[in-house]
């Protein structure tokens, strides 16, 4: 489904991402482990589209799409969605109007009708309820005076409403208490199909307990350094990066 080769990005000059390649296939979730500043929101953000960016090298294909030369909302109408490691507030337009102009976007790109008042807001009220955000929440301002903890719940809703087939995480597990990384987890795993993929960035196999991974990365030097079971993530936690990159070729 995704399909990432020599893959070399610089930011200011520096070169970040060197010769990475990744492959993901359909029906699978991929962790992307590395140490602070190894690149992984670059990744995150380059396949996005983000600006600020120099691809230098490589191609990303996303069902065969090079990602890579479209706009971001091509790349989001062909399937993909980000969930921001650091959600952005936009006050005065409220999460249920983002909601309906997101999906709009995505439906009438897709061909299909805008879905109607009553079913929008009967779909995100369901989608709150399980990510335990209050009613209340769909009127207010995106992300505005939310906690840490609700703005990652609420990347997870648009998640669940637009219904991506490609989705990539970026520390969507930083600084939830324990009940709310559960709730993470389960949005997480309603969505998981044969048809659907995740990578999710994180830093803690804490998650990777609820939402069991097909496989594990390590991101050191610019590309995909150690890979691994789900086992990896432990060994992580247990002895630090220092002890699984050892020999590691990057
Ligand atoms: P990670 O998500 O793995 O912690 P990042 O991808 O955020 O790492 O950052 C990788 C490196 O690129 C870091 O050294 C960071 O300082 C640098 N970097 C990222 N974005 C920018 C930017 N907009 N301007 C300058 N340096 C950046
Ligand atoms: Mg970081
Ligand atoms: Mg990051």
Do not use: W
Request: glycine share 10%.
């Amino acid at each position: 489904m995704l399909t990432i080769r020599n893959l070399t990005v610089a930011v200011e000059g520096r070169r970040i991402l060197d010769g990475l390649d990744l492959d993901i296939a359909a029906g699978e979730v991929h962790a992307l482990m590395g140490p602070n500043g190894a690149g992984k929101s670059t990744l995150a953000n380059v396949l996005a589209g983000r600006e600020g960016y120099e691809v230098l090298e490589g191609e990303a294909l996303l069902d065969g799409q090079d990602l890579l030369t479209m706009e971001p909302e091509a790349r989001a109408q062909a399937g993909l969605f980000l969930s921001f490691q650091h959600p952005v507030e936009i006050p005065g337009v409220s999460n249920l109007q983002f909601l309906r102009t997101a999906l709009d976007c995505l439906r009438k790109a897709r061909g299909e009708a805008p879905l109607d008042s009553a079913a929008l807001l009967r779909a995100a009220r369901e989608a709150a309820q399980v990510l335990g955000l209050p009613a209340d929440f769909l009127k207010r301002g995106v992300n505005e005076g939310f906690s840490g903890g609700e703005k990652k719940r609420n990347e997870i809703l648009q998640m669940l409403l637009l219904e991506p087939r490609f989705v990539i995480l970026d520390e969507p597990d930083s600084g939830l208490d324990v009940d709310a990384l559960k709730l993470v987890a389960a949005g997480v795993n309603r969505l998981r199909r044969p048809d659907r993929a995740f990578l999710i960035i994180t830093h803690y196999p804490r998650i990777l307990e609820y939402v069991r991974p097909d496989r594990v990365h390590v991101l050191h030097g610019g590309r995909i350094a150690r890979s691994g079971e789900a086992e990896l993530a432990h060994q992580i936690e247990a002895g630090g990066y220092a002890a699984v990159l050892e020999g590691s070729v990057a």
